[in-house]
T-cell receptor
């Protein structure tokens, strides 16, 4: 079983749609949680951290359920510029705080 | 501008040759990391360093070597022992690692695409 698993993609949605990404992690000792965005052939960039109480940043809402070991990302009113691959990331205390990445879910927003 | 630089962006090598990928940061970060990404897969940790003159193996260290002689620099050597070296290599850094630092972001360089034929 992979340590971090995401919805298989790609997701193809029209502009203005709401899209949700799901992610599960297997190690209950996981410390911190993030969503990164990766554009084609570019490096990943932090989109947002995920807090236990849930957090929102504009059109983006992240949720964490530690009991279910489940993380989600909701994008409202999607824009063409949201097209990218979204990576669910878990940070471990061990191994120098290494990040464990999901395989990513590709999103394509169409006009 | 502060950031992480990796060079070159694209690198081509013949099988059997060692190759060294550069990673430099001017963010004054203590911790540095090397990841590898293969098509359709997440990033996997190769090596990491929390302090100068010290580094640790990650999940897929076989066939790779690193050094950390300066805080700013963390070069990665892909040796001929690495069986599948063709990949996208990403270097990252973060402030430090320790109690209370759980939310510190890792910043990534632009990556080096290595092709070995």
């Amino acid at each position: 079983r992979k340590e971090v698993e995401q919805d298989p993609g790609p997701f193809n949605v029209p502009e203005g749609a709401t899209v949700a990404f799901n992610c599960t992690y297997s190690n209950s000792a996981s410390q911190s949680f993030f969503w990164y965005r990766q554009d084609c052939r570019k490096e990943p960039k932090l989109l947002m951290s995920v807090y236990s109480s849930g957090n929102e940043d504009g059109r983006f809402t992240a949720q964490l359920n530690r009991a279910s070991q489940y993380i989600s990302l909701l994008i409202r009113d999607s824009k063409l510029s949201d097209s990218a691959t979204y990576l669910c990331v878990v940070r471990m205390v061990r191994q120098g705080g290494k990040l464990i990445f999901g395989q990513g879910t590709e999103l394509s927003v169409k006009p | 501008d502060g950031g992480i630089t990796q060079s070159p962006k694209y690198l081509f090598r013949k099988e059997g040759q060692n190759v060294t990928l550069s990673c430099e940061q001017n963010l004054n970060h203590d911790a540095m990391y090397w990841y590898r990404q293969d098509p359709g897969q997440g990033l996997r940790l190769i090596y990491y360093s929390q302090i100068v003159n010290d580094f640790q193996k990650g999940d897929i260290a076989e066939g790779y070597s690193v050094s950390r002689e300066k805080k700013e620099s963390f070069p990665l050597t892909v040796t001929s022992a690495q069986k599948n070296p063709t990949a996208f290599y990403l270097c990252a850094s973060s402030i430090t690692v320790g109690p209370g630092t759980s939310s510190y972001e890792q910043y990534f360089g632009p990556g080096t695409r290595l092709t070995v034929t």
